[in-house]
C-alpha cells in the first residue's frame, strides 16, 4: 500500500518553517512599530528620517534622484517628503552647480540638530533592542537575514500563488 504525502498542517518541517516564518514576521512588526513610536518623539516619520540620514551621507551631491536611489523608492516618494521637510524648515534646496535642472537638499542648523538628536535615539533604539544577544548569534542573525533577503529576491510571488494554471480560473 502507498503511504499518503503528510498534509502540510501536520508535517513537522513545515510547522518549524510557518513558526519561523511568522517569529520574524512578529519581530519585524514591533521593531518597526517601536522605531516609529521613537522617532514620533522628534515629530519625525520613518521615512523623513530616512530622508534626513541620506542627505547627510550623500553631502554635495544630495539631488532628489540620489537620495530616491539610496533609499530604493521612486522620485515621486521623495518630492513630497522633501517638500514637507522643507516647508517644516529642516532643509533647504539650491540649484546644482553643474546641471541647473536640478537641485541639492541641505540640512538647515535646525533640521541638522533635529537629525544628530534622532540619529543618537535611533543608535540607542538599535543598541537596546539587541542588547540581550551575543556578538556570535549577531553574526549569525545578519547572515541568516542576509540569506533570506536574497532567496526572497529569488522568489515569484504569482507562481507560488497559482501553480501551473491555478490562476487562469479566476
Sequence with gaps: MKELPIPPHRN?????????????VRAYLECSKRYTQMLQHFDLTVAQYDVLRAIVSLGDDAVPKAIAHRLIVTRANITGLIQRLEQRGLLQLSAHREDGRSVV???TTRGRKLHDQAH????RFVHAQLKP???ATLQDMERSMREMHAHLQSLDPKALACPGDACAKH
Excluded at 513537522?12 to 520574524?24: D, G, I
Excluded at 543618537?120 to 543608535?123: N, Q, W, Y
Design 133 to 135: 544577544f551575543s556578538s
Design 120 to 123: 543618537e535615539a535611533a543608535d
Design 105 to 107: 537638499c541641505s540640512l
Design 12 to 24: 513537522p518541517r513545515r510547522q518549524l518553517e510557518t513558526a519561523a516564518w511568522f517569529s520574524v
